[in-house]
């Protein structure tokens, strides 16, 4: 009996230098337990997770990720459809990285691509704007949602990434689902300002009250969807992406302390000698829980807002 089900085709990408910091369960990645746990069954599913960027503080290797799951998401779609992707001079195709990429130097553009279409900036230009979603991308599309369902996950620059991913399958097919983990940008030549082309998105984002990461902001906050959600989480970053440090004394260089246990009061000099001072977190006082628990249950409930939003839509998982 044929399978009477869309196929999905599912992208996680985690958040930065997850590749250092994820389990090898991945118990404490929740874009990887999302592409783990989505489940088969009579549903065809293919599924591809990446780990985030290394490049702690640009993040320029976020391109490589980026084309190495736009590669996936493709080839899958020419396997299981190839009708509709004809071996012609000009096929249907998705965006490329120059055409998202608005720091692409002319000399880089020119050795690997040439200049065929007239994309390259004016001589000496180093800088140009992203290609913009248009109507037209958007009803000539060779595929439906109908027809193949994309679901998308990521966190911190890995929203990014797939907020990236989105506009580039614009030519091709409507992203189903789109599920951020606290969408960070903090990457200088990819724009995620605005989501499109895609039909379902959750964002999870930390609550400014963490006092997390806060020169990061956020980016993939502006839409032209069809069903936007976001919702703030007392967390930090990282436990909107599955993982927070508690312990002071693990906390690196360009760590995040937002979340780590804290005696109640401290001893503070002064002129007149040793005083002790309260030390609680501001939400330690206000909700009357250690910051270390508020901190998991804003990291717990964060994954069931995805979660709960992805099964509200039909995703097959547990």
Excluded at 104 to 115: I, T
Excluded at 117 to 145: C, D, E, F, I, K
Aim: charged residues 20%; glycine residues 10%; hydrophobic residues 35%.
């Amino acid at each position: 009996m044929a399978n009477t089900f869309p196929p999905y085709i599912v992208v996680g990408i985690d958040g930065t230098s997850s590749a250092s910091w994820r389990k090898p369960d991945g118990s404490n990645s929740h874009v990887y337990r999302f592409v783990h746990d989505f489940q088969y069954g009579t549903i065809g599913v293919d599924k591809l997770f990446l780990d985030g960027p290394s490049e702690v503080v640009q993040g320029r290797d976020s391109e490589p990720i980026l084309q190495k799951a736009l590669d996936f998401v493709t080839r899958r779609l020419q396997t299981l459809f190839p009708q509709k992707f004809p071996n012609s001079a000009h096929p249907s195709h998705a965006l490329d990285m120059f055409d998202v990429n608005s720091c692409v130097q002319n000399q880089y553009y020119q050795q690997y691509y040439g200049d065929e279409y007239s994309l390259l900036p004016p001589q000496g230009g180093t800088v140009r704007m992203p290609v913009q979603v248009n109507a037209g991308m958007l009803a000539h599309q060779v595929l439906s949602p109908g027809q193949v369902k994309v679901v998308i996950v990521g966190h911190s620059r890995g929203g990014l990434i797939a907020t990236v991913l989105a506009r580039m399958l614009s030519p091709i097919v409507q992203v189903y689902f789109l599920g951020l983990y606290d969408s960070v940008d903090r990457e200088p030549c990819l724009d995620g300002t605005t989501i499109e082309n895609v039909r379902i998105v959750f964002h999870a984002r930390r609550n400014p009250e963490v006092g997390s990461r806060w020169s990061f902001g956020n980016t993939s906050t502006q839409h032209r969807v069809d069903h936007y959600e976001e919702s703030f989480f007392y967390t930090s970053h990282g436990g909107i992406g599955g993982d927070f440090v508690a312990d002071a004394k693990k906390v690196g260089m360009f760590g995040d302390s937002s979340c780590t246990a804290r005696p109640d009061t401290r001893m503070v000099n002064t002129p007149e000698g040793p005083v002790e001072v309260d030390n609680r977190h501001p939400l330690t006082k206000k909700l009357g829980k250690p910051i270390e628990q508020i901190c998991a249950e804003g990291r717990d409930n964060a994954d069931t807002f995805i979660r709960t939003g992805a099964k509200r839509y039909g995703l097959p998982l547990p």
